[in-house]
C-alpha cells in the first residue's frame, strides 16, 4: 500500500487509459479509413505506455521526496517517506524508475528508427525534476509545468505517430486535420482542468507551503482572492464547454452531444456551486477529488468521437 501511494497508481492507471484510448478510439479508426497499417504493434505502443508510466511513477516519487516537509505539515502522519518508507526511497524509485522509462523509450526509438523519439522520455523526467526542485516553489510555473504533464499524455501519442509516419511513409491523409483537431480539444481539456485543480490544491497546502517559502496564488493573494480567480476560471471552462457542444450539434456529433450536455456540463455546475460554498480545507479536498473524477470522465467521451464526420 506504500508503494501504491508513492507511486500514485490511480494517475498512473489514468496515464494508461488516456493513451489507449487515443490509440483504439482516435488513430485506430483514422488508418481504417484511410487504409493505411497502424505503425505500431500491440508490444511497441504498450513499450510506449510503459515508458511514460514508469516517468510518471518516478516523478510522484521525486516530489514526495522534495515536499517531504510540506507534506508533514499539511498531512501529518500521512506521508508515505519517513512514516512508511525511509526518506531515501524517494530518490532511489526515481532514478530507476526514470532509468527503466528512458531505456524502454529508447529500444522503442531504435525500432522505430526515430532519432526524435529518443529526446521526449528525457524531456518528460526533465520536467517532473525541475518542477519538484524549482518550479513548485513558484507563482505559476508549477501549476503550468504540472497541466503540461497532464496533457502531454494526449500530444505525445500524437507525436509519437507522426513520427511513424514519417518512418514508415504512411500518412492519414484523409483523417490528419481531424486528428490534429482532436488532440488539440482533448489536451487543452486536460490541460485547463489540472490547471484549476492544482489551484484548488494549493489552497490546501498553504500551510505547510509558507514554512517552505513557496510563492502561490493562495500565498500571494489570500485564500478569497484565490476563490474567486478559482470561480473565473470556472466560467471561462464552462463557456469553453457550451462552445463545443455548438461544434458537436453544428458537426453532427450526436452522441458526443449528448454525453456533454447530460454529464460534462451538469458535473461542471455541480463543481461551481461546491466552490461557492468552500470554506474549510476538507471542502477544497472534495473539490479537488471532483475534478479528477472530472478528468477520467471527460477523457472517456473520446469513445464517442465519430471519424466519419470530420470537425469543420
Known amino acids: 500500500m506504500a508503494y501504491f501511494r508513492l507511486f500514485r497508481v490511480v494517475n498512473l492507471l489514468i496515464i494508461a487509459l488516456i ?17 493505411i497499417m497502424n505503425p505500431f504493434s500491440e ?24 515536499d517531504i516537509g510540506m507534506d508533514e505539515i499539511n498531512r501529518p502522519g500521512k506521508t508515505v517517506l519517513r512514516n512508511k518508507l525511509p526518506l531515501r526511497a524517494g530518490m532511489t524509485w526515481f532514478i530507476i ?14 525500432q522505430m528508427k526515430s532519432f526524435s523519439m529518443y529526446f521526449f522520455p528525457v524531456f518528460i523526467a526533465g520536467l517532473y525534476w525541475f518542477y519538484s526542485t ?17 496533457a502531454i499524455s494526449i500530444v505525445l501519442v500524437f507525436l509519437y505517430y507522426v513520427l511513424s509516419f514519417n ?44 514554512e517552505f517559502d513557496c ?5 500571494k493573494y489570500g485564500k478569497k482572492e484565490t476563490k474567486m480567480i478559482l470561480q473565473i476560471l470556472s466560467f471561462i471552462f464552462l463557456a469553453a464547454l457550451l462552445y463545443f457542444v455548438y461544434l458537436t450539434w453544428k458537426m453532427d456529433k450526436t452522441y458526443l452531444m449528448y454525453y456533454v450536455v447530460v454529464i460534462l456540463i451538469p458535473m461542471f455546475i455541480y463543481f461551481i456551486f461546491q466552490l461557492r460554498k468552500a470554506k474549510e480545507n476538507n471542502d477544497y479536498r472534495a473539490l ?25
Open 167 to 210: 518512418s514508415t511513409g504512411q500518412i492519414p491523409i484523409t483523417s490528419f486535420p481531424y486528428l490534429k483537431k482532436a488532440v488539440l480539444i482533448y489536451a487543452s481539456f486536460a490541460f485547463f482542468i489540472t490547471f484549476i485543480r492544482e489551484i484548488v490544491k494549493d489552497v490546501v497546502d498553504v500551510k505547510g507551503d509558507t
Open 19 to 35: 493513451m489507449y484510448l487515443m490509440r483504439f478510439f482516435l488513430f485506430e479508426p483514422s488508418f481504417e479509413i484511410d487504409k
Open 288 to 312: 479537488s477529488t471532483i475534478l479528477k473524477i472530472y478528468m477520467v470522465a471527460g477523457i472517456l467521451s473520446i469513445q464517442l468521437l465519430d471519424l466519419s464526420n470530420k470537425w469543420g
Open 97 to 110: 524508475m526514470t532509468t527503466a522509462g528512458i531505456i524502454l523509450g529508447s529500444i522503442l526509438a531504435y
Open 215 to 219: 510563492t502561490n496564488i493562495p500565498i
Open 134 to 150: 524549482k518550479y513548485k516553489r513558484e507563482l505559476l510555473s508549477g501549476n503550468i509545468v504540472v497541466s503540461v504533464l497532464a
Open 43 to 66: 508490444l511497441q505502443y504498450a513499450m510506449l505506455v510503459m515508458t511514460y508510466v514508469l516517468i510518471s511513477a518516478g516523478g510522484y516519487a521525486l516530489n514526495d521526496y522534495y
